[in-house]
């Protein structure tokens, strides 16, 4: 690392983290002068990528052991290694916003996963103190679910990315991102919001600050709830049991196909299992017609009322 570069440090995922680059949706760390445990710096990629890019790769990635080397074209060229250094290769002309989308998302993926963070694809939210994972497909609503609980004073722990660590009586523990959220337009319409209030990221999806609501601490995970477009009416729930449970974690991992290439087989299956032993699991299946968060929402609330009525009785 260049000592003469100018780095900013921000706090997400538990980590300091120095940064060339301005990264507005972080939060700032008071002590500007504390060691980081992530470097992020720009750099030109692109003769790496040519000479890596045959190596183990799709056309967008490549990964040689601890190496790994993402190409988003017409944006940027990425490099995470070591679980502590991210190096990024700008494209002329590129957006600085579409840039750090996916820094802040694959790359941070990435990133989690070689340093045995589990990352789940998902929102989080705190209720009664404790942490709810919302997870499922592109498209299943996570996002929005969540922006419907901060609406009615629920904190955030994190949007799209989930990081799950366990403290040491290895009871797994949701550590908080960022304070932001990405919802589509038609998202924002149905929850009342104003899309000219928030940056566009791309297309009609829109970045929402949510500094006011956002938990800086991390917060025991008590359930997972994976959200499941059907074209059934009306909303249903369903209480996950046994084998059924290790599958549905492995496949709402984030960028799950990468598990096995970074050698993470057995540890993703301990952590899974360590997991899926402490907390709650629901698949709530949801009509992929009209609009049903405000339901889905109390239907959430009702069943974490009744665990903790149970765990109680």
């Known amino acids: 690392m260049n000592p003469a570069v100018k780095r900013t440090i921000y706090r997400a995922f538990g980590l300091t983290i120095a940064s060339e680059l301005a990264l507005p949706e972080l939060l700032r760390d008071a002590d500007q002068t504390c060691e980081a445990e992530v470097y992020i710096d720009k750099d030109d990629l692109n003769q790496a990528w040519k000479e890596r890019s045959g190596i183990d790769s799709d056309d967008y990635y490549a990964l040689d052991g601890d190496d790994f080397m993402l190409n988003i074209e017409g944006t940027a060229i990425y490099r995470v290694g070591g679980g502590n250094r991210i190096t990024v290769s700008p494209n002329i002309g590129a957006e600085d916003t579409v840039v750090r989308l996916y820094l802040l998302g694959t790359c941070m993926g990435v990133l989690l996963f070689q340093r045995k963070l589990m990352p789940l694809h998902g929102s989080a939210v705190v209720i009664n103190g404790?942490?709810?994972?919302?997870?499922?497909?592109?498209?299943?609503?996570?996002?929005?679910?969540?922006?419907?609980?901060?609406?009615?004073?629920?904190?955030?722990?994190?949007?799209?990315?989930?990081?799950?660590?366990?403290?040491?009586?290895?009871?797994?523990?949701?550590?908080?991102?960022?304070?932001?959220?990405?919802?589509?337009?038609?998202?924002?319409?149905?929850?009342?919001?104003?899309?000219?209030?928030?940056?566009?990221?791309?297309?009609?999806?829109?970045?929402?600050?949510?500094a006011s609501m956002f938990c800086e601490e991390p917060v025991p995970l008590a359930g997972i709830f994976e959200l499941v477009k059907t074209d059934r009416s009306g909303t249903e729930l369903r209480h996950l049991q046994g084998l059924e449970r290790l599958p549905t974690v492995r496949y709402h991992t984030y960028r799950h196909f990468l598990i096995p290439q970074l050698g993470l087989d057995q540890w993703h299956f301990s952590a899974s299992v360590a997991i899926v032993d402490r907390i709650n699991m629901y698949q709530l299946c949801r009509s992929a017609s009209g609009f049903t968060v405000h339901d889905l929402v109390s239907r959430i609330l009702n069943t974490v009322e009744d665990g903790i009525r149970i765990s109680q009785g």
Do not use: C, N
């Open 130 to 210: 404790k942490a709810y994972a919302f997870v499922g497909d592109s498209g299943a609503g996570k996002s929005t679910l969540a922006a419907a609980f901060l609406k009615r004073g629920y904190p955030l722990l994190t949007d799209d990315v989930i990081a799950v660590t366990f403290d040491r009586d290895r009871i797994p523990v949701v550590i908080p991102s960022y304070p932001q959220q990405k919802l589509w337009q038609e998202s924002i319409d149905k929850l009342g919001m104003q899309s000219d209030r928030y940056l566009p990221l791309y297309e009609t999806k829109y970045a929402i600050p949510a």
